[in-house]
């Protein structure tokens, strides 16, 4: 059988059929297990230890042993039993109308002959004389159970036998039917014809009734959601309402406060957070000018600076001298150099009268630092046109001067150095290490030149 399974025969006009064997050990091959392997591969006799290579793997290798070909054909006949018996079985009896296969050709001798020898009299025969219908009462109660008031739509009774007898009764076919134990029983088929016909007239009525009830709970929601929205729409009014009733007190006198009103905020709802962002923004502009307005004029040029070295800065710098006052040009400033002030008044005034600039940005000692790490005494000047590397122990020459334009950064460090670099478009950078004056020589500078330079 398994040798007529594995054949493979390829028939040729006019020659013999041709039968090919390729694959059936394949096919049919039933693996030892592997104990036997291994019993084969420890015997004494050289030969049977060639037979049987595989023997040598151990016990913790191969563990498992392979399936033989009974047991996958017990196992595949087990599975198609299992299939079967979950199924319903229904017997169709086909009857041949003609003999070549014509759809309109019917012969009635032949038909009856087929009918007579497959027994299909004595079926129809047996089922009048029995009860030709039978159904679960489950199902039977599921199908019809809207024919009847008392199971329609879930009945009150102790079982679904009893709803189906409420059916029946109610409907007169207590003769035409009889009780299992699991299932109803009907002898004609007009019982059935009733049940079907009144279901079908209910079925139209039913599935208005129960668009009706759908719409009119669908009415009924949309009604609440309306409520819903009308009740969130005026508590967000009340909460809006009541938010700018709070602020107008809070600020009635915002103007006599030390911090103009900063402070006092009170927490929106979150309708207006993007709101109250814009008017908090509106509010430090406004404190903003206020504060400037107190502000002499003479001390501008220094609030811009300091307020562009913030910008410039801050987080960048831990300290960078925003406490102290900012002079600008220390050179000048008899307090800061004292020996050297009218010296470089002068200096000024001769470099005024020959660049023409207008005025003096910025100007400290220094130490400019070169390539090869040496360090010497300088003086930077920055004026509105040029920037100026003057010798403080020659007289103020003047050793270098950049166009103000031509400086395209400046880099600062982040310690508490005075390091200063300038950078120029010639890339002609300059190194410079910023000094105090005489009474505070360990003053921080480089805020004050970052936030000028930033400023102008």
């Excluded at 104990?35 to 060639?50: A, G, I, Q």
């Excluded at 410039?312 to 600008?328: H, I, N, Q, T, V």
Aim: proline letters at 4%.
């Amino acid at each position: 059988e398994e040798a007529g399974r594995s054949r493979h025969a390829s028939h040729h006009s006019g020659t013999t059929p041709r039968y090919s064997i390729e694959g059936f050990l394949d096919k049919n091959k039933d693996l030892l297990f592997q104990d036997f392997k291994r019993l084969m591969f420890n015997s004494t006799n050289p030969v049977l230890k060639e037979m049987w290579p595989d023997g040598h793997l151990g016990v913790t290798e191969v563990t498992k042993r392979p399936l033989t070909a009974a047991t996958l054909f017990k196992n595949s006949i087990v599975a198609l039993v299992d299939k079967l018996a979950c199924k319903e079985p229904y017997y169709v009896r086909c009857i041949k109308p003609n003999e070549v296969k014509s759809p309109m050709l019917f012969d009635e001798a032949r038909c009856q002959h087929q009918v007579v020898y497959l027994g299909l009299l004595e079926n129809v025969m047996v089922r009048r004389a029995g009860f030709a219908y039978r159904q679960t009462y489950g199902r039977f109660l599921q199908r019809y159970k809207m024919t009847c008031e008392f199971t329609w739509p879930q009945h009150l009774m102790a079982s679904d036998r009893d709803a189906v007898e409420t059916i029946i009764s109610q409907h007169g076919f207590q003769d035409d039917v009889a009780y299992g134990n699991n299932k109803l029983f009907v002898r004609t088929p007009q019982t059935l014809f009733t049940l079907e016909q009144e279901r079908a007239t209910l079925i139209p009525i039913l599935v208005l009734f129960l668009q009706k009830v759908w719409r009119g709970a669908l009415r009924m929601l949309c009604r609440r959601l309306r409520a819903v929205y009308a009740i969130m729409g005026c508590y967000k009014r009340h909460k809006v309402k009541a938010h700018f009733r709070e602020v107008e007190r809070r600020f009635a006198s915002v103007r006599n406060m030390a911090d103009y009103g900063r402070s006092v905020w009170p927490t929106p709802p979150a309708a207006l957070a993007q709101f109250h962002s814009t008017t908090v923004l509106l509010h430090r502009r406004w404190w903003a000018r206020q504060m400037v307005k107190n502000i002499p004029p003479s001390d501008m040029l220094e609030v811009r600076a300091k307020v562009a070295a913030l910008g410039a800065l801050s987080g960048d710098r831990k300290d960078w001298g925003l406490g102290r006052a900012w002079e600008g040009d220390y050179l000048a400033n008899a307090r800061d150099a004292p020996l050297t002030s009218s010296a470089f008044l002068q200096a000024s005034k001769e470099l005024k009268n020959r660049d023409q600039f207008s005025q003096v940005l910025f100007s400290a000692f220094c130490r400019k630092v070169n390539r090869f790490n040496k360090s010497t005494d300088r003086a930077l000047l920055i004026t509105d046109a040029y920037v100026y590397k003057l010798d403080p122990n020659k007289q103020n020459k003047v050793l270098k001067r950049l166009p103000l334009n031509a400086v395209t950064g400046l880099s600062v460090t982040s310690g508490a150095d005075q390091m200063v670099a300038l950078h120029t478009s010639s890339q002609d950078d300059v190194l410079l290490c910023l000094q105090g004056g005489k009474l505070s020589p360990n003053q921080d500078r480089v805020g004050e030149l970052v936030g000028t330079l930033v400023d102008h």
